[in-house]
């Protein structure tokens, strides 16, 4: 289901992010919500950007990490994972081969599970 603010609206989120912190949680919720409220980019769109992220930043690892969150949020939005896939390809071009490699290695255990 496509929410009309991917953070705002998802409930379960918002409730993930309290549970590695209460207050990260509120402020996340917050300061994230204004910005996925902002209304010239769509939320898939918006989705698939915090993916390329977070492929140049290599936060796919570890308890708390957003790579997961991050693709569940895409695919709420519409995205498949084909698309995913292609915009990892695309990422590895810039971003490099290596930070790609692992995000593939996180994609396909969020497809297994």
Do not use: S
């Not at 010239?40 to 992220?53: E, F, P, V």
């Amino acid at each position: 289901m496509a929410y009309k603010n991917a953070v705002l609206d998802d409930k379960e989120l918002q409730a993930a992010l309290k549970k590695i912190n209460p207050k990260f949680g509120d402020f996340v919720t917050r300061v994230a919500g204004e910005a996925w409220g902002q209304p010239l980019i769509d939320q898939k769109t918006k989705a698939l950007i915090t993916i390329a992220i977070d492929v140049v930043n290599q936060d796919h690892v570890g308890p708390g990490n957003p790579f997961k969150a991050h693709v569940n949020m895409a695919l709420q939005q519409g995205a498949t994972r084909e698309e995913i896939e292609e915009l990892l390809l695309f990422t590895c071009v810039y971003a490099g081969f290596n930070k790609a490699a692992g995000c593939f290695g996180a994609l396909n255990e969020i497809f297994d599970c």
